[in-house]
């Protein structure tokens, strides 16, 4: 059951868009319920959050239709993820949020799903070009070529599961041999940031 609450102004086309969107990726019988809520005030940004025993879900979403399909489509991916059993999605796994950790998880979670619906012909959250510039933000003591390598091989990567992202969340070189030997090929190594504002201020 999808149920959305009042006062969107963009009410149906969000409404069918996660319909449809749902009924795709096949969650659709792993879910009891479905709430489309509005974003807070003072934090226009969609998100989804999955019950702890998997049967509903609250997806909170932006009352607009700009890059509606990718938008929906991106928080729908991570649902599908979470809720595929070879993905094998912990709670305990994710990094503290605040820190450098939790930030390079965001960002390689979305790297791994807006490839993955690009690769699949469909709107993303954000483009291929979008994601390779944000590399930057999550790893600014790299070199640029190396960043670029690693971001391709990212981009690449056909199959990953949770435990995996989680521990590249630490040390982005720890997981595939590809990975590491670009980093021993140019001699650098990963900085480990304890606080955003570490990982921000880098270099400054």
């Not at 809720?83 to 790297?111: C, D, I, M």
């Not at 490839?115 to 510039?133: C, F, V």
């Amino acid at each position: 059951m999808i149920k959305i609450v009042d006062g969107y102004d963009n009410s149906k086309q969000i409404y069918e868009m996660i319909e449809n969107v749902v009924d795709e990726l096949g969650i659709k019988q792993k879910l009891e319920e479905v709430t489309i809520k509005h974003t807070p005030a003072d934090s226009p940004i969609d998100m989804n959050y999955l019950s702890s025993d998997n049967r509903s879900l609250v997806l909170e979403i932006v009352d607009s239709l700009d890059n509606l399909e990718g938008r929906v489509r991106h928080e729908l991916m991570h649902v599908a993820d979470q809720l595929n059993e070879k993905f094998q999605h912990k709670e305990s796994l994710v990094p503290p949020e605040g820190t450098g950790a939790f930030r390079r998880y965001k960002y390689l979670w979305n790297v791994y799903i807006d490839s993955r619906l690009i690769k699949s012909g469909n709107p993303s959250y954000d483009t291929q070009d979008a994601r390779e510039k944000e590399i930057a933000e999550c790893y600014p003591e790299l070199s640029e070529d190396l960043r670029k390598k690693c971001f391709d091989f990212l981009w690449g990567i056909e199959s990953i599961d949770f435990e995996q992202i989680s521990a590249m969340s630490y040390d982005l070189f720890s997981t595939f041999d590809e990975l590491r030997s670009l980093a021993e090929s140019h001699g650098e190594k990963q900085v480990t940031f304890e606080t955003m504002e570490e990982l921000k201020n880098y270099g400054n």
